[in-house]
């Protein structure tokens, strides 16, 4: 069973591009989140899709977009990219099951992106 | 809102001593804690979880941890420290109001001294 995945792993861009990072979930969860880990610092949440919708969002400018596809798939986009959104991005799954159960976020091993 | 604090962004310990490292959390309801070990390059992985269960929770690799609501604590514990447990380690809350999002603390590397 494979966990979740993510690509590219590293991803080197300069100031003003544009990126996209993608992310596969755990077999048989259909939410995803995304993170943002500075170095030294904790993952930041940016966002949640779930139903092919954004349904909660962190503190994060509008610059940070994303996308959920019908296999439950997800896409970070990010535009405009400044020296400061060099980091490890985290995609994390879930299978969201009602509004009275937690269950486990399962997270994949990182795209790490540097801004030049 | 909630928040989480780890105190000592670096701790020491010789193999074979008590790992302690110490997570409070802030949460205006109630929370559901975890901690997270990341090893150099990799994503995070879970040790275990309060879901408003036992108060003490064991979880993988020997380590184990105690919910204190009076104390708004959540410290991780392992009696034996083992060079393979020099990692990163995140504390996280989560509530179900916020969909499910976890706020992490800034983490504390271990480091264990032969």
């Known amino acids: 069973d494979a966990g979740v995945t993510q690509s590219p792993t590293h991803l080197i861009k300069t100031r003003g591009q544009q990126v996209t990072l993608r992310c596969s979930p755990k077999s048989g969860h259909d939410t995803v989140s995304w993170y943002q880990q500075a170095l030294g610092q904790g993952p930041q949440f940016i966002f949640q899709y779930y139903e092919e919708e954004e349904r909660q969002r962190g503190n994060f400018p509008d610059r940070f977009s994303g996308h959920q596809f019908p296999n439950y798939s997800s896409e970070l986009n990010v535009n405009a990219l400044l020296l400061g959104d060099s980091a490890l991005y985290l995609c994390?799954?879930?299978?969201?099951?009602?509004?009275?159960?937690?269950?486990?976020?399962?997270f994949g091993p990182g795209t790490r992106l540097t801004v030049l | 809102a909630q928040s989480v604090t780890q105190l000592g962004s670096h701790v020491s310990v010789s193999e074979g001593a008590l790992v302690l490292l110490r997570c409070n959390y802030s949460?205006?309801?109630?929370?559901?804690l975890f901690w997270y070990v990341q090893y150099p390059n990799q994503g995070l992985q879970l040790l275990l979880k309060?879901?408003?269960?036992?108060?003490l929770v064991k979880g993988i690799n020997g380590f184990e941890a105690e919910f204190k609501k009076s104390e708004t604590s959540f410290h991780l514990t392992k009696p034996s420290a083992h060079m393979s447990d020099a990692a990163e380690y995140f504390c996280?809350?989560?509530?179900?109001?916020?969909?499910?999002?976890?706020?992490f603390g800034s983490g504390t590397q271990l480091t264990v001294l032969p």
């Open positions: 309060y879901t408003s269960a036992a108060t």
């Open positions: 949460s205006s309801v109630p929370p559901y």
């Open positions: 994390a799954s879930s299978l969201r099951q009602g509004r009275t159960t937690y269950n486990e976020q399962f």
């Open positions: 996280a809350v989560s509530t179900l109001g916020s969909a499910r999002q976890l706020t």
